[in-house]
């Protein structure tokens, strides 16, 4: 019985058969991750690279650091590849792979493929897939900045229009 102090959970998403999701301190591979995305199916891969850039709002950051509690992020991951096929059944393939600790700039923190038998919803599901992803995932960034400084960046900062994300 539900008194109306706690809403039900909804089950932990289970990936689908040709999904790939990863948190890893080793450096992306866009190779890799487009050929998970693959299948004989497809019309098109949309692959979405983010990387390090050398600033924030203008003011010059050199590193960034990644965090995430790693568990509950996978858990994330197959949730957003879940909704995505809800809205979007012909996609194929869903993959989302990001790193954690240090990277340098230019180095890519996430690659988010989707595979789909159509341009459109393959575009559509991958930005889906990444703007869920940076609200929704434990997946924390720490700033370095080229004065010596260091920022944490909310999880809900991307929610802002000026966050730069």
Known sequence: MNSGLTRPRRPPAQPHAGDNFSIT???LSLAVVYELADDSANGAVVLMSGTV???TDGKPVVALEYQAYEPMSLQVFASIAADIRQQWPD????VIHHRVGRLQIGEISVLVAVGCPHRSE???ACKYAIDTLKHNAPIWKKEHW????????SIGACETQTAGC
């Open 25 to 27: 301190f080793a450096p």
């Open 122 to 124: 393959a575009f559509a």
């Open 53 to 55: 850039r050398n600033q």
């Open 146 to 153: 080229a004065d010596g400084s260091s920022t944490w960046v």
């Open 91 to 94: 996609v194929n393939r869903v």
